[in-house]
């Protein structure tokens, strides 16, 4: 298991080619590494209460639901939306076209694939995680 002092120094050295206006987390699972990167990066942030899986990562619905309306404004804004974990990409795909409008859009996980991650490793446990 990663230490957290690892991880977040993978958040401290990571490099974005574009200059965002706003942090989206997918909650919950983005909720933790988009406060960690608003922290660096001091933009605005906003909430996609998205679900798809349970906490044993298995899927809840056939597709991933928006449980809450949008309540913030992403309308021409070049965001960066936030996920902990991208297994299938289905629940980043479902955060990016509820996003249609802004002005661009990239992804950031924590591990896997995404336009930016840390890792991309098949086994891997958070360590803000308290199960």
């Given at each position: 298991m990663k230490s957290f002092s690892e991880?977040?120094?993978r958040f401290l050295e990571i490099e974005f080619d574009e200059q965002f206006d706003m942090v989206v987390a997918v909650a919950n699972g983005g909720i933790i590494p988009?406060?960690?990167l608003n922290q660096r990066l001091s933009?605005?942030?906003g909430?996609?209460?998205i679900n798809y899986r349970?906490?044993?990562q298995k899927p809840r619905y056939d597709s991933p639901k928006l449980l809450e309306p949008i309540s913030f404004d992403f309308q021409n804004r070049t965001i960066l939306v936030v996920d902990d974990r991208v297994k299938t990409g289905a629940?980043?795909?479902t955060a990016c076209?509820?996003?249609k409008g802004a002005k661009l859009i990239k992804t950031f996980a924590v591990n896997g694939k995404a336009d930016y991650s840390l890792y991309d490793e098949e086994c891997f446990n958070f360590p803000w995680n308290l199960n």
């Open positions: 991880v977040l120094q988009a406060a960690i933009l605005e942030f909430l996609l209460k349970d906490s044993f629940s980043l795909r076209e509820l996003l």
